[in-house]
T-cell receptor, first 117, second 113 residues
Framework: GAVVSQHPSRVICKSGTSVKIECRSL??????MFWYRQFPKQSLMLMAT?????????EQGVEKDKFLINHASLTLSTLTVTSAHPEDSSFYIC?????????????FGPGTRLTVL | AQKITQTQPGMFVQEKEAVTLDCTYD???????LFWYKQPSSGEMIFLIY??????QNATEGRYSLNFQKARKSANLVISASQLGDSAMYFC??????????FGKGTTLSVSS
């Protein structure tokens, strides 16, 4: 099956710093990537959808200036949490849909656990 | 309005027994897909099973089957012969035409010996 990687898997940072999370599709081209956030024992909440070469579409309530998403190539999307605060501590999961893929194909990365001190 | 509803926060089952995890959905789109994912404590999302809205038969994948009742808008997951390794969080999800997967709140399944 298709593989999606995320880096880093865990990150701890101080309040006020920025953190970049990378999401890569390793063996397929991802025309669309999705970013989700998951708080402990809660559901995955869609943050934004990004298509290669265009601006991301953010869900209601997600600050686009705080969560910067770049989908510069067909295999890489990045999420930058700017000026992180403790309430941004969460599990961030990316997901990718393949170019020409079947309707049911959306592959998930292993997630990144962010802790902001 | 919530599009995916999972009403069971937690379920308990003994090994080798079958268990049904409930999921109802809400959509006016005639074309949609329903998914179940397993999320162990490691956090990875493991795809289990998929049902398309136009599929005539219920989907099955090994010990997993999806009880699709379109008129009731339900898509329950049935796990047969539960194993200790099935203990995890289970999410029902839906995708309408051209949209991202939207998830329910999840059900924590605990399998005991």
């Amino acid at each position: 099956g298709a593989v999606v990687s995320q880096h880093p898997s865990r990150v701890i940072c101080k309040s006020g710093t920025s953190v970049k999370i990378e999401c890569r599709s390793l063996d397929f081209q991802a025309t669309t990537m999705f970013w989700y956030r998951q708080f402990p024992k809660q559901s995955l909440m869609l943050m934004a959808t990004s298509n290669e070469g265009s601006k991301a579409t953010y869900e209601q309530g997600v600050e686009k200036d705080k969560f910067l998403i770049n989908h510069a190539s067909l295999t890489l999307s990045t999420l930058t949490v700017t000026s992180a605060h403790p309430e941004d501590s969460s599990f961030y999961i990316c997901s990718a849909r393949a170019r020409g893929g079947h309707y049911n194909e959306q592959f998930f990365g292993p997630g990144t656990r962010l802790t902001v001190l | 309005a919530q599009k995916i509803t999972q009403t069971q926060p937690g379920m308990f089952v003994q090994e080798k027994e079958a268990v049904t995890l409930d999921c109802t959905y809400d959509t006016s789109d005639p074309s949609y897909g329903l998914f179940w994912y397993k999320q162990p404590s490691s956090g990875e999302m493991i795809f289990l099973i998929y049902q398309g809205s136009y599929d005539q038969q219920n989907a099955t994948e090994g010990r997993y089957s999806l009880n699709f009742q379109k008129a009731r808008k339900s898509a329950n997951l049935v796990i047969s012969a539960s194993q200790l390794g099935d203990s995890a969080m289970y999410f029902c999800a839906m995708r309408e035409e051209g949209t991202a997967l939207i998830f329910g709140k999840g059900t924590t399944l605990s399998v005991s010996s």
